[in-house]
């Protein structure tokens, strides 16, 4: 056991989560793609979503983003019930997504990506009446922005291409980041990504937690899943197979509990999350 | 804008408290790419302007009428209509299309403008504003097509260019309108500026430069042009109603093909049905010199001026030297594949 941990799983008894799915069910035409899901992210914490191709992990998570209207069940965003009909209300509701294959302009500068949809316009006339954007505040809240998570690029006003993959992915993480009032969905962040680029998006991403949001990461990468997770939810056959505690479970195990060579009911108490 | 409070502000207070030394100096240290002075999106943002600049002196030493305020006032008069449908034609290729119907939309906008006025007794304001409706209408079915049905702005502009052209010519009657209204011609008179003639269409013209300038650099809207042309996909995600916003871009471009018909008939004092059948070229020739690039997402008005300048500066000087005008048509041409070879290799670099 990992004794002196400090980010153990956290202590869920009292705590309420700050997103939650009950019995959720999604079909198309004759495929049930979830088949009664639960779900639970909790305050502070990074979980990993895991399954294999089919297992509705990706139904799942379109779900809690909006992508798709559930046809049974409900979700809570801080016990309130929300009905999400698109990504922008589930935007408007404080939950942002970062995707895999980079989704930023390239041609635009650091600033201009991170404030893309939701420009800030100059005070007075020249913002109310000419619709001014304020391009110097908007420069300077970016550079607050990409500082506090620590990445380091020295000018906002610089392209997007002109940057590595993994700090593209960065300044992605860090839109997400800056706008996201109550969690980010992580979508294989790390995908399109090579092993050093992929370790800075990582770091960035236990940051956005340590800066007090709570992650959603889908993942495929077992180590990457490992290694950030504090808890994983383990779909299968369009259901929540089991929630794992990754300092406890080995990652054959995990791959086990998502193939279903292994049945939950033989995990072991202590691998439970 | 939507959300005043981002959490920006609460982030670096937390952050402050505990910066794992290791991993900044992962994220910092990574390859920190530098601008180098002469990058390639630098020389594509010069290169217009260069060869304007060199173009003018090689005319300077070659002819001694090229550089004098009347051969200018005169270029501009030359390119000014071109340079009006290029500035809707860099709307639309920033958005990674193209608008083959630009020239045609705006003879058929000059021909409702003047036969009404002419023939059917419409008072000329009137007349003016039903012409400019008529290119407002194109541009609405190029916007649709383009982003509800999806298609190919190639080929909806295409379409449209023969629509137009075939409308122009059977509500013309194949004539030429002649006996204008004064009102109608008016941007055509001009005004002495130091014992030079500028017409009010110039200043219309450069008004026009201007406005969208401000447009696609100082408002949210003009960078979400540029973000539509650069990644639609990521535009999109970012909750930016890209359809409308498509839309609406070829609506202004047709807006402007409207002002353009007006400076037309202002220019030549008859509505004419042959006009601006190369003009689409020619406009996406001004484009494209201007270092606009193709793919869409990157691109300047400003450059689009040079480029008009640069088409204009060199039909004259050519003429001033005595060059037979298919020479001008050769280099134009040499021009325009020098241009968008720039602009590949520069983003071929990034």
Known sequence: MTG??????????????????HGLVKRYG????????????????ILAVIGDNGAGKSSLIKALSGAVIPDEGEIRLDGQRVNFKSPLEARQAGIETVYQDLAVAPAMDIATNLFLGREQRRAGPLGSVLRMVDHKAMRREADRQMKSLQIGIRSMSQAVETLSGGQRQGVAVA??????????????????????????????????????????????????????ADRIHVARLGKRAAVLNPKTISMSDTVAVMTGAMAPESIPPECLA | MSDPNPRTTGQVATAGGAPPAAASAEAGGAAQVETP?????RIAQLGPLLAL???????????????????????????????????????????????????TVMAFGSIVMTKMAVDNNVP????????????????????TLVSLVKLPPFIVTLGTFNIAYALTHIYSNDETITGLPNAQTALGKSFNLGGTAITYGMLVTLGMFALVWFILTQTAWGRRVYALGDNPEATRLMGIPVRKQLTIVYVAAGLIYGIA??????????????????????????????????????????????????VGVLRDGLVLMGVASIYQTLITGILVILAVSVDQVARRRV
């Open chain 1, 175 to 228: 839109r997400a980041a800056a706008w996201a009032r109550k969690l980010v969905i992580m979508d294989e962040p790390t995908a399109a990504l090579g092993v050093r680029e992929s370790g800075q998006v990582l770091e960035l991403i236990k940051r956005v937690r340590d800066n007090g949001l709570p992650v959603i990461l889908i993942s495929h990468n077992m180590p990457h899943v490992f290694e950030l």
């Open chain 2, 37 to 41: 002075f002469l990058s390639g999106t």
């Open chain 1, 30 to 45: 004759h495929v049930t793609a979830i088949d009664g899901a639960d779900f639970e992210l909790y305050p502070g914490e």
């Open chain 2, 53 to 103: 600049v060199i173009a003018c002196v090689f005319f300077t030493t070659q002819s001694s009428r090229f550089l004098t305020a009347t051969n200018f006032s005169l270029i501009v008069q030359q390119v000014m209509v071109v340079g009006m449908l290029a500035v809707g034609q860099t709307l639309v290729i920033l958005t990674a299309g193209i608008d083959l119907s630009c020239g």
């Open chain 1, 4 to 21: 002196g941990e400090t980010r153990a799983a956290p202590d869920r008894t009292g705590k309420t989560p700050i997103l939650e799915a």
């Open chain 2, 261 to 310: 018909a007006l400076l037309l008939i202002s220019r030549t004092s008859v509505g004419d049905p042959n006009a601006g059948f190369t003009d689409n070229l020619d406009a996406i020739t001004a484009v494209v010199l201007g270092g606009t690039s193709l793919f869409g997402g990157r691109g300047t008005i400003i450059g689009t001026l040079i480029g008009a300048l640069i």
């Open chain 2, 124 to 143: 000329p304001a009137l007349a003016i504003l039903l012409g400019i409706l008529a290119c407002v209408g194109f541009g609405l079915v190029n916007g």
